[in-house]
Structure formats: C-alpha cells, structure tokens
C-alpha cells in the first residue's frame, strides 16, 4: 500500500454525500487510478510526437531534394 494512501486510510475523513457515505481512501484510490490514466495519455501523445517526428524527418528529405531539382 502507498503510504500517502496508508495515513489517509487512517484518517477519519468519511463525509456523507448525495449518494451515500463517501470514504477517504475511496476518494484517494480514485486520484490514484486518475493519475494512472493521465500517465497514460501522456505516454500516449508522447509516442505519437515521436512517430511524427521520425516521419517528418524520413520523409522530408525526399521532398526537399525534388523542389531543389524541379
């Protein structure tokens, strides 16, 4: 267990809301799986900056060569 979950867990931050008790290390499993997905997508967006990145360069050469040309 993370130990920023492990004293929130200990912590009695319980607190009613309109669909029931809502729970402290409910809240804080929730910013956990969040920060997960968030990493993810950034992850993600970096790879397809990568892959853009390689294309351009592969690419552009040829494109380069034949203005120079024609």
Do not use: C
Not at 3 to 27: C, E, H, N, T
Not at 29 to 58: C, D, P, Q, R
Request: hydrophobic share 60%; no cysteine; aromatic share 6%.
């Amino acid at each position: 267990m993370n130990p920023i979950m492990a004293v929130m867990a200990v912590l009695p931050l319980d607190f009613q809301g309109l669909m029931g008790v809502v729970k402290s290390r409910d809240v804080i499993a929730s910013l956990w799986l969040m920060l997960k997905g968030m990493v993810g997508i950034f992850i993600v967006m970096l790879i397809i900056f990568a892959v853009v990145a390689i294309l351009s360069k592969v690419t552009g050469k040829k494109k380069d060569e034949e203005q120079q040309d024609g």
